[in-house]
């Protein structure tokens, strides 16, 4: 499970953050680059888990990354009844990618068109 905060921050999330703090536009350029290049791609993981999830909770925690087209669901096994039922929710969150990439290609659009403004 990938926590979201910024002293733990990966990938392209870390690079705009750097990018965008040093106020580099040729930086903020390469990076929004590949965060373009990965939109054409979504990938959505469902897991459950034994142990429980950050904070130590039990239950459902998604996580969505917008740059890295990433979808990430931890579920508590004892949350996840069944193999079935998480195999339904994984398809139903599949068939929502279109969707989910036309938000993303929005998004992308409207952070790159703030950063220009902002520099």
């Known amino acids: 499970m990938s ?3 910024p002293k733990n921050a990966t990938g392209l999330k870390k690079e705009l953050e750097e990018a965008v703090a040093s106020r580099d536009k040729e930086k ?3 990076v929004l680059q590949k965060a373009f ?3 054409v791609e979504l990938k959505i993981t469902t897991t459950v888990t ?3 999830l950050e904070g130590n ?3 459902i925690e998604t996580t969505i990354n917008l740059l890295e087209g990433d ?3 931890v579920i508590s096994k004892t949350y996840a ?3 079935e039922t998480v195999a339904i929710y994984h398809k139903e969150q599949i068939n929502k990618a279109e969707q989910i990439i036309e938000r993303n290609v929005n998004t992308l659009k409207s952070l790159a068109r703030g950063l220009v403004e902002l520099l």
């Open 3 to 5: 926590e979201e905060n």
């Open 28 to 30: 903020i350029y390469q």
């Open 37 to 39: 290049m990965n939109v």
């Open 50 to 52: 034994e142990g429980k």
């Open 57 to 59: 909770l039990e239950g």
């Open 71 to 73: 979808i990430r669901t």
């Open 81 to 83: 009844p069944d193999s």
